[in-house]
């Protein structure tokens, strides 16, 4: 069975804290892995992993995968109560209709 | 800029009551998708459709149907509504070159 496991579920950190949240998937026909950030409502793409090693990075967002560990990781730095939300890890498997296998989330929450 | 429509953000409905869930997209996607979201559990996707007509199930398609008669609009039917089907419900699109949208989501409380 395909499966998206993501930790941790909840994370609370004080403000300019660097969290790391953790991806790790056993999916056959791996095409991509994504990251979404979700605020009150629409998840928001931040990533698409294709790649080992190669690190992507936008601002204090990074994200790299282990193609050979089946896992990704996703880095936030200097964190601000904006980037309080939750952040969702997913599979994209080589298929005509582009399904994605989500994992449960993390809940991330900055306190000022 | 792509767009993805639910037409409810908030929906209360009773038990064993028809409802119907609409999604609209206007970038001409083949592929459209529902999920459902519950704490703990993340997005699990309930059917998808890649073309007109054309529909598959997914991971928790037990309790719902769909329907997909024109392109742009896909909608999702929950035959008898149950309080376990009390969710967020997401709709999405995608194409191949142009990734995946999101709707904003419609919160269903069945009463």
């Known amino acids: 069975e395909d499966k998206v496991v993501q930790s941790p579920l909840s994370l609370v950190v004080h403000e300019g804290d660097t969290v790391t949240l953790n991806c790790s998937y056993e999916?056959?026909?791996?095409?991509?892995l994504l990251w979404y950030k979700q605020e009150k409502k629409a998840p928001t793409f931040l990533f698409m992993l294709?790649?080992?090693?190669i690190e992507k990075k936008s601002g204090r967002l990074s994200s790299i995968l282990d193609k050979k560990e089946l896992f990704s990781i996703l880095n936030i730095t200097a964190t601000q109560t904006g980037d309080s939300a939750i952040y969702l890890c997913?599979?994209?498997?080589?298929?005509?209709?582009?399904?994605?296998?989500f994992g449960q989330g993390t809940r991330l929450t900055i306190n000022p | 800029d792509v767009k993805v429509t639910q037409s409810s953000r908030y929906l209360v409905k009773r038990t064993g009551e028809k409802v119907f869930l609409e999604c609209v997209q206007d970038m001409d996607h083949e592929n459209m998708f529902w999920y459902r979201q519950d704490p703990g559990l993340g997005l699990r996707l309930i059917y998808f459709s890649y073309d007109v007509k054309m529909k598959e199930k997914g991971d928790i398609p037990e309790g719902y149907s769909v329907s997909r008669e024109k392109k742009e609009r896909f909608s999702l039917i929950l035959e008898s509504a149950s309080t376990n089907q009390t969710s967020m419900y997401l709709c999405?699109?995608?194409?191949?070159?142009?990734?995946?949208?999101f709707g904003s989501g419609t919160r269903l409380t069945v009463v």
């Open positions: 294709t790649s080992s090693g």
């Open positions: 999916v056959t026909n791996f095409r991509s």
């Open positions: 999405a699109s995608s194409s191949h070159n142009y990734g995946y949208t």
């Open positions: 997913a599979v994209e498997q080589i298929q005509g209709a582009q399904k994605l296998v």
